[in-house]
C-alpha cells in the first residue's frame, strides 16, 4: 500500500504519468497500473479521468493528507516513540476491594507515564469480568483468582494474598473468634462468590454453627455492618479497609486461616498487551 501511495504522491508533485515514473524509475504505464491499483485496494477513485489528462479528484487529495500522517508515524517507529506520545484505549476491569486502593494509585502513575492513553475502567465481580476478559471486551482485569484452572488465550499474574479474619465491633476485640462466631449475629460474605465459598467451606470443616444475619457481596458493606454493631463477619484483610478508618477488631482465625489470591487477568494475545504490561508495572 506505501508504494502505492508513493506513486500518487509522486503524481501530485511532478503533475503527469511520465515524470512521475522518470521520478520513480518506472514507466508511464506502470504509474497507472499502480494508480488503478490503489483504487482498487481504497474501493473509490483517486483521479479524475474525464479530460485528456487524469488528474487528482479531492478524494485523492485527502489520501494524500493521510500518506503524510501515515508516513509521519512510521518515521516515529523507525525513531522509537517516547512514552509522552503513546495514545491508544485500555480497558481495564476491577472488583470493588481493588477499585478502591490499587486502581488510584496505578492509575495516576499510568497517567503520568502515558499521558495520551485514553483510560475505560468497568467495575464487576470477578466472575463478570473474568468472562469480559475471555470475550475480548476488556484487555485485562483485578480479580479474586477462581478456583478452575486459567487456561487459552487468557493469562493470571497474582498481584498479593490476602488472609481472612474475623472482624467484630471493636469492644469485643478481647474475646476469641470462637466465641463471636457462637454468640453474634453473622453477617454472611456472599457464598455465591469466590470468597464467600472459601468462608462457608471453612465454617463447615470446623463445624461451627452462625447465625445468619444478612449475606452480601461486598467486604466493604460487610464492614461497615459491624462496626455499626450489627454482627460478626469473617472476610479478606483487604488494603481498601484501612481506608475505611472503620473501629473493627480484627481476630485472627489462628493456624486454620484461609486466604484467597487478588492478581490480573488479562489476553495473552490482545493488540495492547504493551499497555497492559506497563499498567502491571504500575500497579506493582
Known sequence: MMDLLHTLQAVARYGTF???GDRLGITQSAVSMQLKKLEEQLGYA????????????????????????IEALLSQLRQGISEADVTGLLRIGSVSTTLLFDIPAALA????????????????????LMQAVEEERLDA????????????????????Q??????????????????LLASSPFIRYDRSSHGGGLVDRYLKRQRIKVSDRVEVDSIEAIAL????????????????????KLDVAYISLGEESLYRSIGMVARADGPRVHLVRQFWQALQ
Open 18 to 20: 511520465a515524470l512521475a
Open 46 to 69: 483517486v483521479l479524475d479521468r474525464s479530460g485528456r489528462k487524469a488528474l487528482i479528484n479531492d478524494a485523492g487529495r485527502k489520501v494524500l493528507a493521510h500518506a503524510q500522517q
Open 109 to 128: 502513575k499510568l497517567r503520568a507515564q502515558l499521558p495520551k492513553l485514553e483510560l475505560h475502567l468497568t467495575p464487576g465481580t470477578s466472575l463478570e
Open 141 to 160: 482485569a483485578l480479580i479474586v483468582k477462581p478456583q478452575h484452572p486459567i487456561e487459552g488465550d487468557v493469562s493470571w499474574q497474582t498481584l498479593r
Open 162 to 179: 490476602e488472609p481472612f479474619v474475623l472482624i467484630a465491633p471493636a469492644h469485643a476485640s478481647l474475646r476469641s473468634a470462637a466465641d
Open 225 to 244: 455492618m459491624v462496626s455499626g454493631g450489627q454482627g460478626v463477619a469473617i472476610i479478606p484483610d483487604a488494603p481498601c479497609l484501612s481506608k475505611l
